[in-house]
């Protein structure tokens, strides 16, 4: 069964530091998204993509955050300057289309710790 | 703000029975809605999707839609230990995004 390939699994950075979290969405699919995931919280929309441009973005994404497809198969999501509150499990997901009957498959995530 | 509303639970059922999940919606202009399931430490899993009013079957689960009142449900029949996660409430409010609601914890005990 195709799936979302997130890197890394897990990953530690110092506060201020810029991560970059990869995705490699299903091949066939053309909408691509970066979710949130607080411990103990809901799963939170930060972003959508698509045809290589920003769709939506939340509030929570702000100048701190930004998304780039380099390639015909990765998607990332870049953090410039890590804080504390940035810690959470990062998942990417697509889907194949928008709307009526579209549901998203997820990645594995990424768990990001921010010390 | 466009909300989705969940009952944290536990929800608690035994083994084999039928277990009954809620969820409302603020933005009366949802048109599709999603039921996804989470286990511990993973990421969620698309189970079912719906957008017409009334039910929709797959397999031991039942989604149920009522626009009108603005309220979506997932049924699970003979429910098995292996069912026990925390289950996501998710509409898709137009535009392009999905939002979530905080989950329904279910155990089933065998």
């Known amino acids: 069964e195709p799936e979302v390939t997130q890197t890394p699994s897990h990953q530690v950075t110092q506060m201020g530091q810029e991560v970059i979290l990869r995705c490699v969405p299903i091949s066939n699919h053309l909408y691509f998204y970066w979710y949130r995931q607080i411990l103990g919280q809901k799963v939170e929309f930060l972003v959508s993509f698509y045809n290589n441009e920003i769709s939506e973005k939340s509030e929570i994404f702000d100048d701190q955050f930004s998304v780039e497809r380099p390639d015909g198969s990765n998607f990332t999501l870049k953090i410039r300057s890590t804080k504390l509150e940035d810690s959470a499990m990062y998942f990417c997901?697509?889907?194949?289309?928008?709307?009526?009957?579209?549901?998203?498959?997820f990645g594995s995530g990424t768990r990001l710790t921010v010390v | 703000q466009k909300e989705v509303e969940q009952n944290s639970g536990p929800l608690s059922v035994p083994e084999g029975a039928i277990a009954s999940l809620n969820c409302t919606y603020s933005?009366?202009?949802?048109?599709?809605f999603f039921w996804y399931r989470q286990y511990s430490g993973k990421s969620p899993e698309l189970i079912m999707s719906?957008?017409?009013?009334g039910d929709k079957e797959d397999g031991r689960f039942t989604a149920q839609l009522n626009k009108a009142s603005q309220y979506v449900s997932l049924l699970i029949r003979d429910s098995q230990p292996s069912d026990s996660a925390t289950y996501l409430c998710a509409v898709h409010t137009g535009g392009f995004k999905t939002i979530f609601g905080a989950g329904t914890r279910l155990f089933v005990k065998a």
């Open positions: 997901a697509s889907s194949e289309s928008y709307g009526t009957n579209y549901g998203y498959t």
């Open positions: 933005d009366r202009g949802s048109q599709s």
């Open positions: 719906i957008y017409s009013n």
